[in-house]
């Protein structure tokens, strides 16, 4: 028996060894790909909607080493639950190993150029907290913060003002392209600040071929998405939006909770308030230009995401974060004009703060695509802004699915009109809002009506036998009672989310005057 077992062993020694030897090498790649330290927790055996493709196409996938936790963020990502605190102060370790000549010329040449004349910013300006009354009611956690001078600088806290007179259907159609660039952007950022050259990405491409494989519905309550918001509302917005992405966008973006998860995460934990606490308004202003930064990454990544899921309900929660955004934006550039003439009467001591110098170079930025915009005042912001949000709501009404939160879009649709029929005192616009108001009854209520309490209190004033003088003409008591219920609609859930953000983030306790 023993003699028979060693003949076979010896005929087939090198069909046994070659056997051996690649069960091993499998076995060492496998462990050691899934053992990787990499931020996207990548494994080899994921789930089946990882492989789903609608269609037979090829498709590039890359692998980025050097560890990409934020754009901001030259220092790596830190514990969860903690904020990142001011990254290189004085720019010490940025740059070196750097090669700036290589982008010499090129597209990238400005945007390094700013790099490099940040690098040394909290050196040679003073960041002071004067004019900053002892009882402002604003957490000193809030005052005190960490704000990204550099990146309000070198990156965009007006993501929207380049494309603002493009079609919105442009912006769709161009989304890849720029979340392309935007990434790039990003890699030559994290390198610089790194001080070295990163490895380029490393890339494969794999042909998907056959039907597609069903997603599955996320199935994650309320209560549940509420403990995840609250546990990485600390960290990095970036990098929330690429563990939320990396994770969840993979699953049914029509059934189960992803859409509502899309919802959560943006209202909750990616739009922040901005406190006003001293008689300056440049504190604001930055602020407020801190808050926008933080919305350019998700504004970039979510438009790509729309061009895949227009039509599902995630598309839908989706569109109504981007108008969101650009109601938003809107603002920031209303504080933008407003500081124009603040920073040019600066005073010597003021000009010598890292606050008055990141406004004058953020002024300086944008001034010369305002003129080829030709974006001259607000009253120009306001009504390219109000035009694209009716975009991007039309773009909603139309492609929502089984009427999927339309109440919601008609009446959000109403407002724009009605706040560009009263900044421009038209009343075609108002009309034109109330014809909009209209509709909401008539459309069967599928998915949630956030702003239920503030339609049925509009329905009040619009159901009025004073709406209308005898002329015809809307009444001016009915048009400030409209007023009133559109600025007061969201009273409630600002509260609450004010709350939630100083319990969170700006915990009182931990002030220090």
Same mark, same amino acid.
């Given at each position: 028996?023993?003699?028979?077992?060693?003949?076979?062993?010896?005929?087939y020694?090198?069909?046994?060894?070659?056997?051996?030897?690649?069960?091993?090498?499998?076995?060492?790649?496998?462990?050691?790909?899934?053992?990787?330290?990499?931020?996207?927790?990548?494994?080899?055996?994921?789930?089946?909607?990882?492989?789903?493709?609608?269609?037979?196409?090829?498709?590039?996938?890359?692998?980025?080493?050097?560890?990409?936790?934020?754009?901001?963020?030259?220092?790596?990502?830190?514990?969860?639950?903690?904020?990142?605190?001011?990254?290189?102060?004085g720019?010490?370790?940025?740059?070196?190993?750097?090669?700036?000549?290589?982008?010499?010329?090129g597209?990238?040449?400005?945007?390094?150029?700013?790099?490099?004349?940040?690098?040394?910013?909290r050196?040679?300006?003073?960041?002071?907290?004067d004019?900053?009354?002892?009882?402002?009611?604003?957490?000193?956690?809030?005052?005190?913060?960490?704000?990204?001078?550099?990146?309000?600088?070198?990156?965009e806290?007006?993501?929207?003002?380049?494309t603002?007179?493009?079609?919105?259907?442009?912006?769709?159609?161009?989304?890849?392209?720029n979340?392309?660039?935007?990434?790039?952007?990003n890699?030559?950022?994290?390198?610089?600040?790194?001080?070295?050259?990163?490895?380029?990405?490393?890339?494969?491409?794999?042909?998907?071929?056959?039907?597609?494989?069903?997603?599955?519905?996320?199935?994650?309550?309320?209560?549940?998405?509420?403990?995840?918001?609250?546990?990485?509302?600390?960290?990095?917005?970036?990098?929330?939006?690429?563990?939320?992405?990396s994770?969840?966008?993979?699953?049914?973006?029509?059934?189960?909770?992803?859409?509502l998860?899309?919802?959560?995460?943006?209202?909750?934990?990616?739009?922040?308030?901005?406190?006003?606490?001293?008689?300056d308004?440049?504190?604001?202003?930055?602020?407020?230009?801190?808050?926008?930064?933080?919305?350019?990454?998700?504004?970039?990544?979510?438009?790509?995401?729309?061009?895949?899921?227009?039509?599902?309900?995630?598309?839908?929660?989706?569109?109504?974060?981007?108008?969101?955004?650009y109601?938003?934006?809107?603002?920031a550039l209303?504080?933008?004009?407003?500081?124009?003439?603040?920073?040019?009467?600066?005073?010597?001591?003021?000009?010598?703060?890292?606050?008055? $110098? /990141? %406004?004058?170079? *953020?002024?300086?930025?944008?001034?010369?695509?305002?003129? =080829?915009?030709? &974006?001259? !005042? @607000?009253?120009?912001?306001?009504?390219?802004?109000?035009?694209?949000?009716?975009?991007?709501?039309?773009?909603?009404?139309?492609?929502?699915?089984?009427?999927?939160?339309?109440?919601?879009?008609?009446?959000?649709?109403?407002?724009?009109?009605?706040?560009?029929?009263?900044?421009e005192?038209?009343?075609?616009?108002?009309?034109?809002a109330?014809?909009?108001?209209?509709?909401?009854?008539?459309?069967?209520?599928?998915?949630?009506?956030?702003?239920?309490k503030?339609? $049925? /209190? %509009?329905?009040? *004033?619009?159901?009025?036998?004073?709406?209308?003088?005898? =002329?015809?003409? &809307?009444s !001016? @008591?009915?048009?400030?009672r409209?007023?009133?219920?559109?600025?007061?609609?969201?009273?409630?859930?600002?509260?609450?989310?004010?709350?939630?953000?100083?319990?969170?983030?700006?915990?009182?306790?931990?002030?220090?005057?």
């Amino acid at each position: 028996m023993g003699n028979s077992v060693l003949n076979f062993i010896k005929r087939y020694r090198l069909s046994i060894a070659a056997y051996f030897s690649v069960v091993c090498h499998i076995s060492i790649f496998v462990y050691a790909y899934n053992a990787a330290d990499s931020p996207y927790r990548t494994l080899l055996c994921g789930p089946p909607w990882i492989y789903a493709e609608e269609e037979s196409k090829e498709v590039e996938l890359s692998f980025e080493f050097g560890g990409k936790w934020g754009e901001g963020s030259p220092k790596g990502s830190q514990e969860e639950g903690q904020e990142n605190e001011s990254e290189d102060e004085g720019g010490e370790r940025e740059g070196k190993g750097f090669s700036s000549e290589k982008y010499k010329d090129g597209k990238w040449e400005e945007l390094v150029e700013n790099l490099e004349s940040t690098s040394d910013l909290r050196k040679k300006f003073k960041e002071e907290y004067d004019k900053v009354p002892l009882n402002s009611g604003v957490a000193d956690s809030y005052i005190k913060r960490n704000r990204e001078y550099e990146d309000i600088i070198v990156k965009e806290v007006l993501p929207t003002l380049s494309t603002i007179r493009d079609p919105f259907k442009v912006d769709l159609d161009s989304a890849e392209d720029n979340l392309i660039l935007h990434k790039e952007r990003n890699r030559i950022i994290e390198e610089f600040r790194k001080g070295g050259e990163e490895l380029n990405p490393i890339t494969m491409k794999i042909s998907k071929e056959g039907d597609t494989i069903k997603k599955t519905p996320l199935e994650m309550g309320k209560s549940e998405r509420s403990q995840y918001l609250d546990r990485t509302i600390k960290q990095k917005k970036e990098k929330q939006l690429e563990e939320f992405s990396s994770r969840f966008m993979g699953y049914d973006p029509d059934k189960g909770d992803l859409s509502l998860f899309v919802r959560d995460l943006y209202y909750e934990n990616l739009q922040r308030l901005a406190y006003p606490f001293s008689s300056d308004p440049t504190y604001f202003t930055i602020d407020y230009f801190q808050e926008n930064l933080n919305k350019e990454d998700f504004l970039k990544q979510m438009m790509a995401l729309l061009a895949e899921n227009l039509g599902t309900k995630v598309g839908t929660e989706i569109l109504f974060t981007l108008e969101n955004i650009y109601e938003i934006q809107a603002r920031a550039l209303f504080e933008l004009f407003q500081s124009v003439p603040i920073v040019n009467a600066a005073s010597p001591e003021q000009k010598e703060t890292i606050r008055y $110098e /990141t %406004l004058r170079r *953020v002024i300086e930025k944008y001034k010369p695509i305002l003129k =080829s915009k030709k &974006i001259s !005042d @607000i009253a120009i912001v306001q009504k390219l802004y109000a035009k694209k949000r009716l975009e991007i709501i039309d773009t909603l009404i139309q492609n929502s699915p089984k009427s999927y939160r339309l109440k919601d879009a008609y009446f959000e649709k109403g407002r724009i009109l009605w706040e560009m029929g009263r900044a421009e005192n038209e009343d075609r616009y108002l009309e034109e809002a109330l014809s909009v108001w209209a509709k909401i009854p008539q459309e069967r209520e599928e998915g949630d009506f956030l702003l239920k309490k503030a339609f $049925e /209190t %509009l329905s009040f *004033v619009l159901k009025d036998g004073e709406l209308r003088e005898s =002329s015809g003409n &809307i009444s !001016d @008591i009915s048009k400030s009672r409209i007023d009133y219920v559109l600025k007061e609609r969201l009273m409630e859930a600002m509260n609450q989310k004010k709350l939630r953000e100083d319990r969170l983030l700006w915990p009182k306790s931990k002030d220090i005057r």
